[in-house]
Nanobody
Framework: VQLVESGGGLVQPGGTLRLSCAAS????????MSWHRQAPGKERELVAG????????KYLDSVKGRFTISRDNAKNTVYLQMNSLKPEDTAVYYC?????????????WGQGTQVTVSS
């Protein structure tokens, strides 16, 4: 099983990034997928989630209206479009997979990708 994140980097405030998470080794289309982040000295938090068929999404209040989660089950990939980025969005971003769409247990985690928002 692998979850491989990509697309992180350094961006100026107000900028845009698109994260991707490529999955393999499990039946991607059966899993709820989510993005999480962890900033230095802080606990990991759920940023966004999307159910297996994409019919329902969930967002952290502070990213609503700026971030969009989507998935392509044909490509076994989940995305996080991040617009209007703020310095407080700086963190390591992880994707995760769960069979239980309650967002309190995860079967698989990726290794993370760094997002830094700074001028």
């Amino acid at each position: 099983v692998q979850l491989v994140e990509s697309g992180g980097g350094l961006v100026q405030p107000g900028g845009t990034l698109r994260l991707s998470c490529a999955a393999s080794g499990f039946t991607f289309s059966s899993y709820t997928m989510s993005w999480h982040r962890q900033a230095p000295g802080k606990e990991r938090e759920l940023v966004a989630g999307i159910t297996s068929a994409g019919g329902s999404t969930k967002y952290l209040d502070s990213v609503k209206g700026r971030f969009t989660i989507s998935r392509d089950n044909a490509k076994n990939t989940v995305y996080l479009q991040m617009n209007s980025l703020k310095p407080e969005d700086t963190a390591v971003y992880y994707c995760a997979a769960t069979l239980i769409p309650t967002y309190n247990f995860y079967n698989y985690w990726g290794q993370g990708t760094q997002v830094t928002v700074s001028s």
